[in-house]
């Protein structure tokens, strides 16, 4: 069974700094490209970043180049997204997310976490 | 960066209607597109990826069309299962992989 499964997520005070943390299960995560993705309570969803499977090609939103990395544990099976100068903008679920493996689909995301709430606020 | 104009932004049908929702890409993205269905509460669902491509284990009455840079989401009969938000996606990483606003589909 497929299994992703965000953790880190809480309350921080604008400028602070939280690390996401994604465990995976269920496929070959060495192999596979993986993103963020996250949804401000109410709104539309926002592509945040992208890591190749090799880790040494990373892409990020203009909203969040800068302030957030993007990284990968290959033997922990684990995608982190440290996020620094936190803004109230930020407040949303934060999903990981596969792209799927196709070479047709190129960064479509066929399997998704449940999400991890960052809420930024003094 | 590249604009994903998702239209409508709400449509309301009858169980057994035809829906169809459209995006609009503010330029070339050639078949980078996907749709995704999400239900309250729940992490987006991939339906359709390369603008036409059913992902595996979503019923045949979704199917996905390009013209150009518009993009179509078709369901051919609508069942009250289908509720819930639709997104489209450019897929494309490097050109930012930005997703549409949403249309929310309600049944009548």
């Known amino acids: 069974e497929v299994q992703l499964v965000e953790s880190g997520g809480g309350l921080i005070q604008p400028g602070g700094s939280l690390r996401l943390s994604c465990a995976v299960s269920g496929f070959s995560f060495s192999f596979s490209e993986m993103n963020w993705v996250r949804q401000a309570p109410g709104k539309g969803l926002e592509w945040v970043s992208y890591?190749?499977?090799?880790?040494?090609?990373?892409y990020y939103a203009d909203s969040v180049r800068g302030r957030f990395t993007i990284s990968r544990d290959d033997a922990k099976n684990s995608l982190h997204l440290q996020m620094n100068s936190l803004r109230v903008e930020d407040t949303a679920v934060y999903y990981c997310?596969?792209?799927?493996?196709?070479?047709?689909?190129?960064?479509?995301?066929?399997?998704w976490g449940q999400g991890t709430l960052v809420t930024v606020s003094s | 960066d590249i604009q994903m104009t998702q239209s409508p932004s709400s449509v309301s049908a009858f169980v057994g209607d035809r829906v169809t929702i459209t995006c609009r890409a503010s330029q070339d993205i050639s078949n980078w597109l996907a749709w995704y269905q999400q239900k309250p509460g729940k992490p987006p669902k991939l339906l359709i990826f390369g603008a036409s491509h059913l992902q595996s284990g979503v019923p045949s009455r979704f199917s996905g069309s390009r013209s150009g840079t518009d993009f179509t989401l078709t369901i051919s009969s609508l069942q009250p299962e289908d509720l819930g938000t639709y997104f489209c996606q450019q897929a494309s990483t490097r050109l930012g992989a930005t997703f549409g606003g949403g249309t929310q589909i309600e049944i009548k």
């Open positions: 890591i190749s499977s090799s880790g040494d090609t990373t």
């Open positions: 997310a596969r792209a799927h493996p196709d070479l047709t689909a190129a960064n479509a995301l066929d399997y």
